[in-house]
């Protein structure tokens, strides 16, 4: 399935809600490709109002979105097939590529795997 065809089937809105309320310290399951492009879109929206409004404000916006935005790139590389101890590449360079290949581009699983059932079985 193509991402476009991914962000068709969950909302922006839909996201954010199961990302932010339902899914804010998890760190097991799958997530889509398109829930974790809307989260990210939704994590640079609210970083930038933070930052234009205040610079302390900014700093407790990030501190809280540091647990769901962790908990979704974990969900996506297990959407993978992947372990989420892989974002511990984030912290190399060289490691960034794969890592970003994974979470935005590699398309998840169709059947389920080891982490459980595809989350776009509607």
């Given at each position: 399935?193509?991402i476009l ?6 909302s922006f ?5 199961k990302n ?16 974790y492009?809307?989260?990210?879109l939704?994590?640079v929206?609210?970083?930038l109002?933070g ?15 540091i ?6 790139s ?5 959407d993978?097939n992947k ?6 590449w ?6 960034i ?16 795997n080891?982490?459980?059932?595809n989350?776009?079985?509607?």
């Amino acid at each position: 399935m193509s991402i476009l065809q991914e962000l068709k089937i969950i909302s922006f809105d839909d996201s954010i809600k199961k990302n932010l309320i339902n899914n804010y310290f998890n760190f097991s399951d799958r997530s889509s490709r398109a829930d974790y492009i809307w989260w990210m879109l939704f994590s640079v929206i609210i970083n930038l109002v933070g930052s234009q409004l205040d610079l302390q404000l900014s700093i407790i916006i990030s501190i809280i979105m540091i647990p769901p935005g962790t908990g979704i790139s974990i969900r996506r590389l297990h959407d993978s097939n992947k372990s989420g101890w892989n974002l511990l590449w984030s912290l190399t360079i060289i490691g960034i590529v794969p890592l970003y290949y994974w979470l935005i581009f590699k398309a998840g699983d169709e059947e389920d795997n080891v982490y459980g059932s595809n989350p776009l079985d509607l």
